[in-house]
């Protein structure tokens, strides 16, 4: 028998490994398209820790801040690649 | 039941760290979409079926709304970002000649 909300809390510091690499992605990436994916993914990730914190204390309430962030992260990334296609077309 | 929820956790947690270190290691922005969209959407999949399944009641409707709605978007998202960084201009690596040049509109040498 294992605690779920001590395996949630640790897996949560192995998650911030990855929030890290994206971060540091988001920080260099060289052209602007590789910061939108690396927001992508932040955001992703950003769900994925709403979920973990939701396991560790028990509270439901969580869940809803990764919908609320899963709903956010398309509206901004369709924004951010007609923004970036826009760029584009009339430099 | 309770390990089945471990486990699923921990595999999701472990596909989210495979697709940030694909968006590290993989040379260039498509491919990084390719590396953050898969395998980040299965990660997160994974890791909220094992979330539902830990908690009380076994079918949580939020969570099943989440991940059906990140299963219908991040493919999209990506979609959209690929196409706006094709025509922003990314070279392409490891591809000879560019068959998407007279598809496009947009092509990259304008």
């Known amino acids: 028998m294992i605690a779920l909300s001590a395996v949630a809390g640790t897996l949560t510091v192995v998650l911030a490994l990855a929030l890290v ?43 809803d801040i990764g919908l609320g962030l899963a709903l956010i992260n398309f509206v901004a990334t369709a924004a951010f690649a007609a923004f970036l296609e826009h760029k584009r077309r009339k430099p | 039941m309770i390990w089945l929820a471990a486990t699923l956790m921990a595999s999701g947690t472990a596909f989210l760290l495979i697709a940030a270190v694909g968006l590290i290691r993989l040379p260039d922005p498509l491919q990084r979409m390719h590396s953050a969209t898969k395998a980040g959407t299965l990660g997160t999949t994974l890791l909220l079926i094992g979330v539902m399944l830990s ?20 493919p999209l998202g990506a979609q959209l970002l690929g196409r706006a960084s094709y025509l922003s201009g990314t070279k392409l690596d490891g591809l000879g000649e560019d068959p998407l040049r007279k598809e496009l509109d947009g092509d990259p040498d304008g």
């Open chain 2, 55 to 74: 908690g009380e009641t076994a079918i949580d409707p939020t969570a099943m709304l989440t991940i059906a709605f990140l299963l219908v978007t991040l």
């Open chain 1, 21 to 63: 690499l994206a971060g540091w992605r988001m920080v260099r990436g060289p052209t602007l398209a590789d910061r939108f994916i690396a927001l992508d993914m932040l955001t992703a990730l950003a769900v994925g820790f709403a979920a973990l914190t939701s396991a560790a204390t028990g509270r439901g309430e969580f869940l």
